[in-house]
């Protein structure tokens, strides 16, 4: 296992590195090296259904150790994460073929599927912030892809306020070290540590997971390419945060009735604060964008009841999200990369010459607002179940209330932008290039944003085999 | 396999399997819109064979009794569990044979879309079947939110616009799914288990709202007010085989299954009257305000679509009555209801394919050309409103009786909202009696339009444009069958539909004896109303005609006793002009207030919050800016600056350390 998780690290990272040295063909490495990531983590699958779970560490220093861990919940988000990321890397190869900097792209998008991977499989807190730092940087310098000044100041914006919430995380885990001398996560686990000290580590989740009121940085970030978004939305980005409070608060740490409470209140006011705001906007990326934060609110609600259906419901939805939000983007991509337009208003009627795009978005967007037979309706309905089990009715109706938010502020988008009739005048729709530009061009983007509704459909159609796997992790 | 999951599978597979072919060349059709005529035969004979088998299954399972299937499926006692027993089966009984009915109907229909069309119908018939036969409360939303985006999805197989309506369907049904949701795992918080079975609780302060959260899903999906604004919308935009297989068959059947089991197996509501009393409230108030929108419709497809939701507050009634006799009259009444909507429905389908319109204005005279059709529309016109011996007679009695029932023995003001409901219901049918006299008057009766003349009048060379005959056989036989079976559903209430389908469904035994009573004095009094409404408006419109001068066209005295005049007396009314005015102007759709208001706030959340943090982060990061530009200045390179900040440190070093000293 060893081996495996060493490889699963190593690959693209030192790989992102030699990426850099060759001249030709970056797309493909790069798409290589992810998938060599997803392989090995795959790897993992087998000794962790035979129940073995594995971890080892070097020390350097008393508080500093590289110590790994591959249990269920790191196999499971690195399978996702790498999965996702690889799909969103073959789609890059048609999307960024037109752009300048392509070395500097795969570089770092390699790069940020590594330190993803080591991340997800650290077990010490300190190795896993310095993870949490490199992905930051590889953030900032992806939403600046751009280099024009309204890219460079959401870069900037991104990585001040996730580095403000990781500043604070770090001042907790220092609490931490200091009551126990020790930041190695096994040695932590059981220890009860105060609701301070918990606020402030959760202060770099909601950071990372653009939580409320750290979540103004994810919005902007929609005006780098579309493959990056749909990369810090689905697969690797805002799923730090949701799996480092898995990770802490319900592995290692017991959480206190407290904590639980306030996570869960700022949840729901993510869920509906956001989803408000999806539902005004009207930038194609930007509603996404609200949409995701709202949707990553239903995993921290699902996470903080801290009850084994809510925590189940939580883990499901960090892959039927990673899958159906990766798709709404890279549809959304697609319609950007064609149109050039990105306001809802200004668009319209596109199902008819992109008929394929228009399927897999509703597919997409059926699983995000939950409506069966999608893995959203699973995992939305496992949440809610928790919250009700919990006994705070007020907060499952108004979870509720936001999966309905949902439903209107994603068939708006939808009905803006692929139904109804095309804006502009007949003659203007009706010439070449116009019509040119409407279709669906690349191939490849095409099956991977198809390949993603598909996969949502199968997350719903066959809940048992990952929900019977995610049993297992806890 | 075991028989249960054939119902549900089959027509789903051979589904899904019409839809991969059909979409094979997805691209090429939306640009180059093209009927294949072999393709399209193909597929509707295999829809309507799968549709068939179907029927069979559903009556094999009818008669097999009480049937169980059960494997586990996920965690949490969610399992896939079936269940059929006399109320389900006879559920699924119907579907089928309304999508028999409906994919023959289709049969001659020339369809850009045929490949979807169907696989969406054979698909919505087994989530249909699998909501009815589901055992479990998962697999039962499961399907029925299921059924939910099919409705969307056929609505959305319209003319141009009908995605604005499929999505405000979608909408208000998903909205009441979700609801039901909620209210399913309240209910599961209660009782720990997810099966459905006979759990009778009493509805107490917890409770009460998973009640109500669940009878607002079956409600939306019955189409009853306050959710059925989606149904006069979509009877514009949808095909008319949708709106006779949907909201006016499968959808009701739904929707009633699961109130009818809300009432009797889920929650006891005996003890609550204030409970049962707002129930019959929604539907009184469905049936007299749905009624009143009908009455004054000018189109025949939208006057059907609001008696089809007058016909949801029936049954809710009756249901609403909790005594054994009124359930069984709201259950009676919600088949009744599905055969004749059915059937009108799929007879305004048949005017439109014979003359292009459904516009009772410019119809008139087609008794002559199409007999069956008229014959069909005339039996279900006058079930509906409740004529004996037909079936609506023999329902609306039972739920009248329910409501007497209800009445307590002594005069006390309990007895008045009973009283109210019982005068409400018998308007109700006077109204619909008088609302399809006026349809038959201007679609079958009197003289043949312009626009019928053309199709069934021979041209000044005495060539026919069409030939005046019957619509072909696939469309009329549906609706003669339908017709029929309103008349044996009534001549042989007893014998066949209470005994067969709705006294084993509930579970209660209640053995009825016909009594002429005041149930029945209420009908007849309905029916007599009806008819004078019916005198009075035409009295009046034929005394407002001019006397014939010479010189007139005498075309406005051909046209001027046309049906949709009849009740412009009760339109132009005083109190009644106004509201009806702001009624067609959607003034009284809840779903604009509710998309309004939830727009209102979002917009409110949007500023107050999301806008305000983001003034914030402006804020402090204007406050940065202005405090380091301050401190850069500070540092200017101007040695006396660096000499006064020396001084200002050292006295401070001084006062801090200086007192330990001394």
New interface residues.
């Given amino acids: 296992m060893k081996t495996f998780v060493l490889l699963s690290i190593g690959i693209p990272i030192i790989g992102s590195f030699a990426n850099l040295l060759i001249k030709r063909r970056q797309n493909i490495i790069s798409t290589v090296l992810i998938f060599a990531g997803f392989v090995t983590s795959c790897l993992l699958i087998s000794p962790i259904l035979t129940g073995t779970t594995g971890y080892f560490h070097r020390y350097f220093i008393e508080f500093f150790s590289t110590a790994f861990i591959a249990d269920g919940l790191s196999v499971f988000m690195a399978v996702t994460a790498s999965f996702i990321g690889g799909l969103i890397a073959i789609y890059s190869a048609g999307y960024m073929k037109d752009y300048e900097h392509l070395k500097e792209y795969y570089f770092y998008i390699t790069l940020f599927v590594g330190s993803m991977l080591g991340l997800i499989f650290s077990a010490n807190l300190l190795l896993m912030f310095i993870f949490w730092e490199i992905t930051a940087l590889c953030s900032w310098r992806l939403i600046g892809f751009y280099r024009d000044e309204k890219g460079l100041l959401a870069a900037d914006?991104a990585f001040i306020?996730t580095f403000l919430g990781s500043g604070l995380m770090l001042a907790g885990f220092a609490i931490v070290y200091s009551q126990y001398n020790t930041l190695n996560i096994l040695s932590l686990s059981g220890k009860e540590i105060p609701t301070f000290a918990m606020i402030l580590i959760l202060c770099g989740m909601l950071a990372k997971s653009a939580q409320?009121?750290f979540?103004?940085w994810l919005p902007d970030a929609g005006v780098a390419p579309s493959p990056v978004t749909a990369f810090l939305h689905a697969a690797v980005l805002v799923k730090i945060g949701v799996y480092a409070f898995a990770r802490l608060f319900i592995f290692t740490f017991p959480m206190t009735e407290t904590f639980q409470d306030i996570v869960m209140i700022l949840s729901v006011a993510t869920i509906?604060?956001?989803?408000?705001?999806a539902?005004?906007?009207n930038d194609i990326k930007r509603i996404l964008a609200y949409s995701t934060i709202s949707q990553i609110g239903y995993i921290f609600l699902g996470f903080a009841t801290d009850v084994a259906?809510g925590i189940?419901g939580a883990i499901f939805f960090i892959l039927v999200h990673g899958l159906g939000k990766a798709g709404l983007f890279l549809s959304a991509g697609i319609v950007e990369h064609n149109t050039h337009e990105k306001d809802i208003r200004k668009l319209g009627g596109l199902?008819?010459t992109m008929?394929?795009t228009s399927v897999a978005f509703v597919l997409c967007a059926?699983s995000i607002?939950?409506?069966?037979?999608f893995g959203g309706?699973?995992s939305k309905?496992?949440v809610?179940?928790s919250v009700?089990?919990k006994g705070k009715?007020l907060l499952?109706?108004l979870a509720?209330l936001g999966?309905?938010?949902t439903?209107?502020y994603l068939?708006r988008l939808y009905?803006a932008v692929f139904?109804?009739t095309a804006r502009g005048t007949d003659a203007e729709r009706n010439t070449e290039l116009t019509r040119n530009n409407y279709m669906e061009k690349t191939k490849g983007m095409v099956v991977i944003v198809l390949v993603l509704g598909l996969l949502s459909l199968l997350t719903g159609l066959f809940?048992?085999v990952f929900?019977?796997f995610i049993?297992l992790i806890k | 396999m075991n028989i249960l999951l054939y119902p549900i599978f089959l027509p789903i597979v051979i589904g899904l399997i019409i839809l991969l072919i059909g979409s094979r060349n997805l691209q090429v059709a939306s640009f180059n819109r093209r009927i294949n005529p072999a393709a399209t035969k193909t597929i509707s004979l295999l829809s309507l064979i799968t549709a068939l088998i179907v029927l069979v299954l559903g009556f094999a399972i009818f008669s097999a009794g009480e049937l169980n299937y059960s494997v586990p499926w996920i965690s949490y006692g969610i399992d896939f569990s079936l269940r059929a027993y006399a109320f389900s089966s006879f559920c699924v009984l119907f579907a089928s044979f309304f999508a028999f009915l409906i994919c023959l109907y289709s049969m001659k229909a020339e369809r850009h879309s045929a490949a979807t069309y169907y696989s969406f119908i054979l698909i919505n018939l087994g989530v249909v079947n699998g909501a009815f036969l589901s055992n479990n409360f998962i697999i039962f939303i499961l399907f029925w939110e299921l059924a939910a985006v099919m409705l969307y999805l056929l609505i959305r197989i319209g003319n141009g616009n009908s995605y604005e309506t499929a999505t405000k369907a979608l909408y208000i049904i998903g909205f009441s799914d979700f609801c039901l949701l909620l209210g399913i795992v309240l209910l599961w918080n209660i009782t720990g288990r997810f099966d459905i079975i006979h759990y009778s609780l009493p509805v107490t302060r917890y409770s009460l709202l998973a009640f109500i959260l669940m009878t607002i899903g079956a409600m939306a999906k019955a189409g009853a007010m306050p959710f059925h604004t989606w149904i006069p919308d979509a009877s514009k935009d949808a095909s008319i085989e949708v709106m006779a297989y949907l909201p006016a068959s499968l959808d009701k059947l739904l929707g009633i299954y699961l109130l009818a089991r809300i009432c009797t197996d889920f929650f006891t509501l005996s003890l609550s009257h204030s409970l049962t009393l707002l129930l019959c409230s929604f539907g009184a108030f469905t049936i007299i305000a749905a009624v009143f929108m009908a009455l004054i419709q000018t189109n025949m497809k939208k006057l059907i679509a609001y008696m089809n939701i007058s016909g949801a507050g029936y049954m809710i009634l009756g249901i609403g009555t909790n005594n054994s006799i009124g359930i069984a009259g709201g259950l009676f009444y919600m088949l009744s209801t599905a055969l004749w909507t059915s059937c009108l429905f799929l007879c305004a389908g048949s005017v439109e394919h014979k003359t292009g319109t459904t516009d009772l204005d410019k119809l008139g005279g087609l008794s002559k050309a199409m007999p069956l059709t008229f014959v069909a529309t005339f039996i279900a016109a006058l079930s509906i409103s409740g004529v004996p011996p037909f079936n609506g007679f023999f329902s609306k009695w039972m739920i009248y009786q329910g409501l007497i029932q209800q009445l307590p023995t002594s005069a006390s003001p309990q007895a008045l909202p009973i009283i109210l409901f019982l005068v409400i219901a018998m308007f109700g049918s006077a109204l619909t009696l008088a609302s399809f006299i006026k349809v038959i008057h201007s679609v079958f009766l009197g003289q043949s339009s312009k626009v019928v003349a053309q199709f069934i009048e021979p041209d000044k060379s005495g060539n026919y444009k069409s030939k005046p005959t019957e619509v072909p056989w696939t469309l009329w036989f549906p609706t003669v069958i339908l017709a029929c079976l309103c008349v044996i559903f009534g001549v042989f209430a007893y014998q066949v539909p209470l005994k067969y389908f709705v006294f084993p469904s509930l579970p209660s035994t209640f053995i009825g004896v016909w009594q002429p009573s005041l149930a029945t004095l209420l009908i007849i009094a309905g029916i007599i109303i009806g008819v004078i409404i019916y005198f009075l408006g035409t009295i009046k419109t034929i005394r407002k005609a001019e006397t014939y001068i010479y010189g007139e066209d005498p075309e406005i005295f051909q046209q001027n006793v046309r049906g949709t005049e009849f009740y412009l007396t009760i339109s132009d009314a005083k109190p009644f002009s106004s509201i009806y005015k702001k009624a067609e102007a959607q003034v009284f759709d809840f779903y604009n207030w509710a998309f309004g208001s939830a727009k209102a706030i979002a917009n409110t959340f949007f500023i107050c919050i999301d806008r305000m943090l983001e003034n914030i982060y402006i804020g402090i990061d204007h406050l940065t800016k202005i405090v380091s530009t301050f401190i850069s200045e500070l540092q200017g390179g101007l040695l006396q600056i660096y000499l006064y900040w020396s001084l200002l440190g050292l006295l401070i070093l001084l006062l801090l350390l200086g007192p330990k000293r001394l």
Avoid: C, D, W
């Fill in positions: 914006r306020l409320l009121p979540h103004l509906l604060v956001a989803g408000a705001s539902f005004v906007e259906v189940t199902s008819k008929p394929i059926l607002i939950g409506f069966p037979p309706f699973f309905l496992y809610i179940m009700v089990q009715i499952a109706s509720v999966a309905v938010l439903l209107l068939f009905n139904l109804g809940p048992q929900l019977s049993e």
